[in-house]
T-cell receptor, first 116, second 115 residues
Framework: AQSVTQLGSHVSVSEGALVLLRCNYSSSVPPYLFWYVQYPNQGLQLLLKYTTGATLVKGINGFEAEFKKSETSFHLTKPSAHMSDAAEYFCAVSGGSGGGADGLTFGKGTHLIIQP | ETGVTQSPTHLIKTRGQQVTLRCSSQSGHNTVSWYQQALGQGPQFIFQYYREEENGRGNFPPRFSGLQFPNYSSELNVNALELDDSALYLC??????????????FGPGTRLTVL
């Protein structure tokens, strides 16, 4: 069974500061990893995903994440926070059974607060 | 390109009733997945439909059922509603079933309240 742990239900940073949102996963097979963002009263939007290849993945809005197999981590970073980054962020994993459908397994989310 | 749409946006039902939620997939997508997002939680996978057949299911009871139509739109049906079914229901479409690398594109969701 797969699982995702997001450390910190709330993270607060100042505008212009580094954003670091932590995600650790467990999976019995090579995982495919995703970060989604959810703004209030909206659905989820994909920020970036890792499938194979380069372990540093760049996404939209200046976000990036690095897959570290030895640490089973996929932390999300952004060098300089902007007020518009305030939202809920979800890390997700798929690829469990290797065949047929498997939905995404999400973490509980991290609420990012940007202080002016 | 039209994105994923869901209807209705909000719905209030009473315990024991039945509800149908609808989803139109993004243009060119043949696979629809449904998720339940309880307040303060991450989404949980309910099931996936591909070419009008259920193609995978999460840990949800049989009173959660679905349909997919030839135009790839989909319905989620929930019978015998319980208070714990109150949640945001999200629909996501993707282009090929069974490929875990494919990006799922989410709709805005339907907020269901069970009283």
């Amino acid at each position: 069974a797969q699982s995702v742990t997001q450390l910190g239900s709330h993270v607060s940073v100042s505008e212009g500061a580094l954003v670091l949102l932590r995600c650790n996963y467990s999976s019995s097979v090579p995982p495919y990893l995703f970060w989604y963002v959810q703004y209030p009263n909206q659905g989820l939007q994909l920020l970036l995903k890792y499938t194979t290849g380069a372990t540093l993945v760049k996404g939209i809005n200046g976000f990036e994440a690095e897959f570290k197999k030895s640490e089973t981590s996929f932390h999300l970073t952004k060098p300089s926070a902007h007020m518009s980054d305030a939202a809920e962020y979800f890390c997700a994993v798929s690829g469990g059974s290797g065949g047929g459908a498997d939905g995404l397994t999400f973490g509980k989310g991290t609420h990012l607060i940007i202080q002016p | 390109e039209t994105g994923v749409t869901q209807s209705p946006t909000h719905l209030i039902k009473t315990r024991g009733q039945q509800v149908t939620l609808r989803c139109s997939s993004q243009s060119g997508h043949n696979t629809v997945s449904w998720y339940q997002q309880a307040l303060g939680q991450g989404p949980q996978f309910i099931f996936q439909y591909y070419r009008e057949e259920e193609n995978g299911r999460g840990n949800f009871p049989p009173r959660f059922s679905g349909l997919q139509f030839p135009n790839y739109s989909s319905e989620l049906n929930v019978n015998a509603l319980e208070l714990d079914d109150s949640a945001l229901y999200l629909c996501a479409s993707s282009s090929r079933a069974g490929r875990s690398t494919d990006t799922q594109y989410f709709g805005p969701g339907t907020r269901l309240t069970v009283l």
